[in-house]
Every structure is written in C-alpha cells, then in structure tokens.
C-alpha cells in the first residue's frame, strides 16, 4: 500500500511542468518542424494528449493495486522483468540528465560564456546539480514550484511582444505534410515525454494517488499548453522554412524581442531562467535514475553512488566531440529508444491490468485480496 510521502500535488505539478518542458530551450523541436515543417504544433497536440492518457491509465493501474510502479511491474511480470525494466528507466533517466546537460553547458557556452572554458562550464552545471539531488526531491520540486511562475511569464512576455512580428500565414497549410504523417510523427516522438513516468515511479514520495493524478493533469497540462504556444510563436515568427535552419529556436526568439529603442537584446534575462530551469531538469532526472538504481540493488539510500555517477555523468558528457551529433543522437533517441519507457512499457502494463481483472491491496504473502 502507499506510504504516506510528504510531497502534494504543488510538488508533483512543478516537478512534471520542469521535466516536461525544459527540452523547448534546446535544438530538438527544430528537428520536428523541419520534419512537419507548418504543422508541428499539431505534432505536440498528438503525443501530448497520448502521454496524458498513458500516464493516467497506469495512475489507475496503480490506485488499483495499491502498489508504486515497480511494485505493479514485479507482480505482474515477475522480480527479473522488474528489474529489467527498472534498469530501462534507469538508463533513460540517466541519458537525458546527459544529454541535458552537454547540450545546456554547449548553449551557454555559446550564448552567455563564448570564452569560458568548457569543461569549467560542465563541472559547474553538475555541481549544482549534485548540491540540489544532495538536498532531495522536495528541495528541488519546492525550488522548481519557485521559479514556475517565472517561467511562465517569461514565456507569455515572449509571445506578446513578438506578436508585432507574427505572419500567421506561416502555418499555412495548417496540415503540413498530411494528417496521417502528422499522426505518426505524433506518436514517434512520444519519448519526448518520457519524463512524465517520474510520477508513477516515485509514487511512495507522494501524498496519494489524488496528488499524482492532479500533478499530472495540471502540471503537464501546463507544460503541454507553453510547449504549443512556443511552437506557434516561433512559426509565426520565422514560418518553417527560416525555422529548421535554426540551432536554438527559443534564443532566436528571445532576441528578436525588443521592448523600446532604449531597452534592447534582453535575452540575457531569459538565459538566467533558462539556466535555472535547466540545471533543475537535470537534477530531476539524475536523483530519479539513481532512486530507480538503489531499489534495484537494494541500497539504503543513494549516498553510495551520488559523487560517483555525477561524475560519470560529466565524464561522459563531454566525450561527443560536437554538438551536431549530440543533438542528432538526442532526437533519435526521442523518437526511437525513449518510446519503449513513455509507451509502450506503461501500456502493456494497463493491458495486463485490464486481461487480470482483480483489484485490491496486497498482502505480505503477494497475494491480492
């Protein structure tokens, strides 16, 4: 049965919204619109409102057998199949605090700190990152319910004072390369929410199953309805053919922004949210991939590992001798990989829940009642 956790649906919310959204700072939509060129927006419609779905239903599965994530997955698939699939999450999580982190540490370096030293860069952003893991999961989800607000405002001021600059003619023809196109592409990169699993797979951390359920719905909700308007601000900014060409779409964005003749090339505002948010999302999904480790190996806590694999994580980081293939891997990654966690793990486990039938708490023995 659940144990009571102390974080709510706040909590949960902002750690979803971070997670969830931080990937639109960095080069991998740009990818998408050159692949649905007028009609990405639509893209994140699709695999929004499927990862809504799939993350709710295994919610249910949960609330029905009152067990967390990996519980359901040892009782319906055995320990050995928990733990493989424990170590797929793992994995992932631990990719993308990698990724996250080269392609942030690479933005930066481009955009704030073109003479700084790269490998400065790096060690900085991952130790920050251990500081706020070393300090839990509350003090980060707390410190991300923080600066939500500021990202959200930053967001909306992006896409009002550009809006003297939009050509809504852009996404014209709204259904770009054609809806069944549009519905692959759309479930292809489904992976690109992966992260909305940390819910369910933290599930002792949480109040109850009311707590998750409403983070979900609200702080990927959120998350969802910032990712469109971006995607639409951008198009309508620079229309699809400008807009594949560009590296960081969101920096574009931000400086094009001009409040008057005496107030110009703020973007160095928005660099600082962007970092804060980024060093957050990395930090989410690190203590989340070595939480998922300690269970599987049966440690207390992850002290053992904690200096250890931030260094891993660094070390490996730097290794892509280019952005290029960081970001090419990255959204393949998304596409491909990424999948098997945001899909189709989550969805034979509410099958499996729907063929069983029976419901109810477990007891010490295993057995259902």
Request: charged letters at 10%; glycine letters at 8%; one cysteine or more.
């Amino acid at each position: 049965m659940y144990q009571p956790g102390k974080m709510g649906m706040a909590e949960g919310l902002s750690l979803v919204f971070i997670i969830t959204f931080v990937p639109v700072f960095l080069s991998v939509w740009s990818v998408t619109v050159d692949r649905n060129t007028s009609a990405t927006w639509i893209v994140s419609v699709i695999n929004g409102l499927l990862a809504m779905a799939v993350s709710l239903g295994v919610l249910w599965v949960l609330q029905r057998y009152s067990l967390d994530y990996l519980d359901v997955c040892e009782y319906f698939f055995g320990k050995t199949s928990m733990w493989i699939i424990g170590m797929i999450y793992a994995i992932q999580f631990l990719s993308e605090a990698i990724f996250l982190l080269r392609e942030f540490s690479e933005n930066t370096l481009l955009t704030a700190l073109p003479t700084a030293d790269f490998s400065f860069i790096i060690f900085i952003f991952i130790g920050v990152t251990l500081l706020l893991i070393f300090l839990g999961i509350e003090s980060i989800a707390r410190t991300s319910y923080i600066i939500l607000p500021f990202i959200s405002l930053s967001l909306v001021l992006i896409a009002i004072l550009l809006s003297n600059k939009f050509v809504f003619l852009h996404i014209a023809p709204w259904l770009g390369p054609g809806i069944t196109k549009l519905l692959i592409s759309g479930v292809e990169v489904s992976g690109f929410n992966f992260g909305l699993l940390l819910i369910p797979l933290l599930g002792y951390s949480f109040q109850n199953t009311s707590s998750m359920k409403r983070a979900c719905i609200f702080g990927f909700g959120l998350s969802m309805v910032f990712r469109i308007t971006m995607v639409l601000t951008y198009l309508f900014t620079f229309g699809s053919t400008v807009g594949r060409e560009k590296v960081l779409p969101f920096f574009e964005m931000t400086r094009l922004v001009s409040v008057s003749p005496y107030l110009q090339r703020i973007e160095a505002l928005f660099i600082i949210i962007w970092v804060m948010a980024g060093v957050l999302a990395i930090a989410i999904n690190l203590y989340v991939s070595m939480i998922i480790m300690a269970r599987l190996f049966r440690l207390p806590n992850i002290k053992p590992m904690f200096i250890p694999l931030g260094l891993v994580v660094a070390e490996i980081a730097m290794i892509p001798e280019d952005i290029t293939t960081v970001i090419t891997t990255h959204s393949k990654a998304m596409a491909t990989i990424y999948n098997i966690g945001a899909v189709g793990i989550p969805l034979l486990i509410i099958l499996t829940a729907l063929l069983k039938g029976e419901h109810g708490k477990r007891c010490s023995n295993g057995e259902i009642l």
